[in-house]
């Protein structure tokens, strides 16, 4: 029954999404009779800074978009023939940042070809780019870099260039409704609010204005968190908000308070998200962000630093002398907006000054299906996996290979977050049933941080909690024909690290860059050292690391693992030896 009820609404979603799509290209196709201003009225200026280096290479045909590098020498960026999911990178255009930042004459008019090629070849309303989301994004850098796009060029090429733009915008002004609620919308409505300022057109402009307020009162909450609880997609939406909001006030006129409203929210947030090196925590799809963007929309918000939170978007941050450790402390996304969440609950990031000590493995939508699949379970996160089981499922929607999306099922339903501010440090204790219902068993998580952030204990617990639950763990046992259930505790190291087993294998010594030296010990359990893998979006491949794994059985309804990282090395004070004094006990 389930299996059919789930037939019939893939069904229907696909008919929905197709008929979408065919009003969307219809739009695209009849664009032709939109009316052609003679010539821009004003010009944003520029908010992103482009990458000399990666204009360069690309001058010279080296492209690299999303983890993939293509080489094609003497060739134009449209016949690259690249993978289908950097599709979307070219077509938006924020490549045009890179080419402007050579700053030569054949820098621009690389860039002019190269705009004017999409013109003969796409600007008819064919190809990938024409969505509501990436029109938005294109014509925000378009708008941008209008100047050097024009500059030098005959009356055609600049008639042709205002056409193009004018038959996007109208495109956009059609077709903003059928972006995705977030992210998406917020790119379309961006580049309306430019559109608008580009060509003075005064109703547009105010529509956009008071259309973009209110999807930031809709979708950003009232803690500036967003339903898809991705750090680095908050970043993008702030980003854009901050371009919006400075071209505005640029061109004298007044976001709307929705609009603000949201900005001032959303800083304190994406502050309370970042780790000791910068980079914001890499949870549910997003990375570490693009290095300098944050801080330069920071800068450019005007929103002052704020006290951190201690928690925000589901997240608990606990910091203490130079330690940083921020915890994924609610239940992942689900529906529309779990296409990119993970099954990452109770997993955590850990940084020591500028150094990050542990990770997750990152996002693999950039490294293909395979990768972006594999990383979202529990077991590439610092985290605990029970039978080799991750905490929330992948459910793909679709059948017969026609999947159209991989969103999350069966995920916790109950997060509980409990901390402590006292003399002797920050407790955390942190619970989820996602293993409940196919186990029985409760998974807490209780962490301290010592004043100074040179001791950080923590404590796994699986354990049966409720009468009901007993009936599922033994019934499970028993269908199962075994006495208990594995489970790995996973502590991903970034590969800035350089780990090793000492004391007989019994704990690991973790040197950071800095040489600073960090030791592991455990309790409970048996520990190993064992390859992983660490997902950068900014890199070709993946990279090779290290993650410490502590396994352990799970009988009798309860088990316990009690484990702690010590930093054993500090100038003169601090020694190995004092690292590894003492048995741990357990947490209480």
Not at 487 to 494: G, Q, Y
Request: one cysteine or more; charged letters at 25%.
């Amino acid at each position: 029954m389930r299996m059919f009820f789930w037939t019939i609404y893939a069904f229907f979603v696909r008919i929905g999404r197709a008929v979408r799509r065919w009003r969307i290209r219809q739009v695209a196709r009849f664009g032709i009779f939109t009316r052609v201003p003679k010539e821009f009225v004003s010009y944003p200026e520029p908010k992103s800074i482009g990458s000399f280096t990666r204009g360069q290479q690309m001058a010279i045909g080296n492209f690299q978009f999303s983890g993939s590098l293509i080489e094609a020498p003497d060739r134009s960026i449209w016949d690259i023939n690249p993978p289908e999911h950097v599709l979307d990178d070219l077509h938006e255009c924020a490549w045009i940042d890179d080419i402007a930042a050579i700053g030569t004459a054949d820098g621009r008019r690389l860039l002019q070809s190269w705009v004017g090629d999409w013109i003969q070849r796409y600007g008819g309303g064919k190809g990938p780019g024409w969505r509501p989301e990436i029109t938005g994004r294109r014509l925000i850098h378009w708008v941008s870099h209008a100047l050097t796009i024009m500059q030098g060029q005959d009356r055609k090429f600049t008639l042709g260039f205002l056409r193009s733009v004018a038959r996007q915008a109208r495109f956009l002004e059609k077709t903003w409704h059928y972006a995705p609620l977030g992210l998406p919308r917020i790119q379309a409505l961006v580049g309306l609010v430019y559109i608008g300022l580009a060509f003075r057109m005064r109703g547009l402009l105010k529509q956009s204005v008071k259309r973009l307020g209110a999807e930031c009162e809709r979708w950003i909450g009232a803690d500036g968190s967003i339903n898809s609880r991705s750090p680095e997609e908050l970043m993008e939406v702030f980003v854009l908000l901050v371009w919006a909001a400075r071209v505005l006030e640029e061109a004298e006129k007044t976001p709307d308070p929705r609009h603000l409203s949201a900005m001032q929210r959303i800083a304190p947030t994406l502050r309370t998200l970042r780790l000791g090196d910068g980079a914001l925590a890499r949870f549910h799809g997003g990375g570490r962000g693009i290095e300098g963007q944050l801080d330069q929309a920071l800068a450019e918000s005007g929103i002052r630093a704020q006290p951190m939170r201690e928690t925000r978007m589901g997240y608990a941050r606990v910091a203490s002398g130079r330690s940083i450790i921020i915890l994924d402390a609610a239940p992942p996304a689900t529906g529309a907006s779990s296409d990119m969440a993970h099954a990452s609950t109770l997993a955590f990031e850990m940084s020591a000054g500028r150094h990050p000590i542990i990770s997750n493995t990152g996002p693999g939508r950039f490294f293909g299906t395979d990768w972006k699949r594999a990383s979202r379970a529990s077991a590439c996160h610092s985290t605990l996996v029970l039978d080799d089981t991750s905490s929330a499922m992948i459910w793909s929607e679709g059948y017969a290979g026609d999947t159209f999306g991989e969103r999350l099922q069966d995920t916790p339903h109950s997060v509980t977050l409990d901390r402590a501010q006292e003399v002797t440090g920050v407790w955390v204790l942190g619970s989820h049933d996602g293993y409940v219902r196919e186990y029985g068993l409760t998974h807490d998580r209780r962490m301290f941080l010592s004043p100074n952030g040179r001791e950080f204990r923590g404590e796994d617990t699986l354990f049966v909690q409720e009468r009901e639950h007993q009936d599922v763990y033994h019934n499970r046992l028993r269908a199962a024909g075994v006495q208990g259930w594995p489970f790995s505790i996973h502590f991903h190291l970034h590969p800035d690290v350089a780990p090793s087993l000492d004391m007989g294998g019994q704990a690991v010594s973790v040197v950071l860059k800095s040489e600073e030296i960090w030791v592991f010990r455990q309790t409970g359990g048996e520990v190993t050292l064992e390859d992983a893998v660490f997902l950068d979006q900014q890199r070709l491949r993946p990279r090779h690391t290290k993650q410490i794994v502590v396994r352990g059985f799970v009988t009798g309804e309860r088990a316990q693992v009690t484990w702690a990282m010590t930093r054993a090395q500090e100038g003169n004070r601090y020694s190995m030896e004092q690292a590894l004094v003492g048995d741990l006990e357990p947490l209480v």
